[in-house]
């Protein structure tokens, strides 16, 4: 085994979708083999993702990680073992007022509510929500928002989904309606609303702190606009080919596309031992 000697970085962050994961939804075999090389070595690869820790842990099967999972986008910090480390979220009656307005406002709007490894939907028939179901191959919880949670639950976030422009008239109306809200699109159909304290530089940063390690001795990849937050706490930012042109412009540097193993390609030029 090559040794690796005092390397310049120390972790990577990664996003999963639209990053590790190709269009086909799978780790592709070359980056998969750099992953378990520098896990080997000491360097940490650590999901930040919008996922659930569920959903995450599918990914992982096939790669062995032995780090913390960022999950909803820094809302909730499992650390090596998959405990939980941090969680930051709505509590139970704000999300439901959150929902309950965007449900009597926007009723053509499909939205479910994300706490801990659940999802949770009182609306089973709806086709966004079948369509999610199909994706992420886990099924919703089926019952009120209201019923599901226990006192003090955190909800890591809401998702909506829905016809592009109905989801900019949302977004714009959420944005005066509650100004103190984290809202951002990940996807063409998909609007997202988390709590303000929750974030991917905070994640980030205690997560360093898990390694005595500081955010500038580490690496992103990234693909989305709410991967920029991520970019400008890392040391190396790395956008991906299939990622946005802003995207591009605001990382250090830009790989391949997630159909042709981009993490692994720039990884081989940063650590000698991948080859």
């Given at each position: 085994?090559?040794?690796?000697?005092?390397?310049?970085?120390?972790?990577?962050?990664?996003?999963?979708d639209?990053a590790?994961?190709?269009?086909s939804?799978?780790?592709?075999?070359?980056t998969?083999?750099?992953?378990?090389?520098l896990?080997?070595?000491g360097?940490?690869?650590?999901?930040?993702?919008?996922?659930?820790?569920?959903?995450?842990e599918?990914?992982?099967?096939?790669?062995?990680?032995?780090?913390?999972?960022?999950?909803?986008?820094?809302?909730?910090?499992?650390?090596?073992n998959?405990?939980?480390?941090?969680?930051?979220g709505?509590?139970?009656?704000?999300?439901?007022?959150?929902?309950?307005?965007?449900?009597?406002?926007?009723?053509?709007?499909?939205?479910?509510?994300?706490?801990?490894?659940?999802?949770?939907?009182?609306?089973?028939?709806?086709?966004?929500?079948?369509?999610?179901?199909?994706?992420?191959?886990v099924?919703?919880?089926?019952?009120?928002?209201?019923?599901?949670?226990?006192?003090?639950?955190h909800?890591?976030?809401?998702?909506c989904?829905?016809?592009?422009?109905?989801l900019?008239?949302?977004?714009?109306?959420l944005?005066?309606?509650?100004?103190?809200?984290?809202?951002?699109?990940?996807k063409?159909?998909?609007?997202?609303?988390?709590?303000?304290?929750?974030?991917?530089?905070?994640?980030?940063r205690?997560?360093?702190?898990?390694?005595?390690?500081?955010?500038?001795?580490?690496?992103?990849?990234?693909?989305?606009?709410?991967?920029?937050?991520?970019?400008?706490?890392?040391?190396?930012?790395?956008?991906?080919?299939?990622?946005?042109?802003?995207?591009?412009?605001?990382?250090d540097?830009?790989?391949?596309?997630?159909?042709?193993?981009g993490?692994?390609?720039?990884?081989?030029?940063?650590?000698?031992?991948?080859?």
């Amino acid at each position: 085994m090559a040794a690796l000697t005092a390397p310049i970085y120390k972790a990577i962050f990664s996003e999963v979708d639209g990053a590790l994961l190709s269009s086909s939804h799978k780790v592709g075999s070359l980056t998969r083999e750099a992953i378990i090389q520098l896990q080997l070595h000491g360097v940490p690869f650590i999901f930040v993702s919008g996922r659930s820790p569920r959903t995450l842990e599918s990914v992982d099967a096939s790669i062995g990680l032995t780090a913390p999972y960022i999950c909803y986008n820094g809302a909730l910090i499992l650390d090596q073992n998959k405990r939980v480390l941090k969680s930051f979220g709505f509590l139970p009656k704000r999300a439901i007022s959150i929902k309950n307005y965007i449900k009597r406002c926007f009723p053509d709007i499909s939205c479910f509510a994300c706490s801990y490894d659940a999802w949770i939907t009182d609306d089973p028939n709806d086709e966004w929500i079948r369509q999610e179901a199909d994706i992420i191959q886990v099924p919703p919880i089926i019952k009120p928002l209201s019923y599901y949670l226990q006192k003090g639950q955190h909800v890591h976030k809401l998702l909506c989904m829905g016809e592009l422009s109905l989801l900019d008239v949302l977004e714009d109306d959420l944005r005066v309606c509650f100004p103190e809200l984290l809202i951002f699109k990940t996807k063409k159909h998909y609007l997202e609303i988390m709590s303000p304290e929750a974030s991917a530089s905070n994640a980030i940063r205690l997560v360093c702190g898990l390694y005595g390690i500081d955010p500038s001795e580490t690496i992103a990849f990234g693909y989305n606009s709410r991967d920029m937050e991520m970019f400008r706490t890392v040391g190396l930012s790395i956008a991906m080919g299939n990622a946005s042109e802003l995207i591009k412009s605001a990382a250090d540097r830009v790989t391949l596309d997630n159909d042709h193993d981009g993490i692994y390609h720039s990884l081989k030029k940063i650590f000698p031992i991948i080859h």
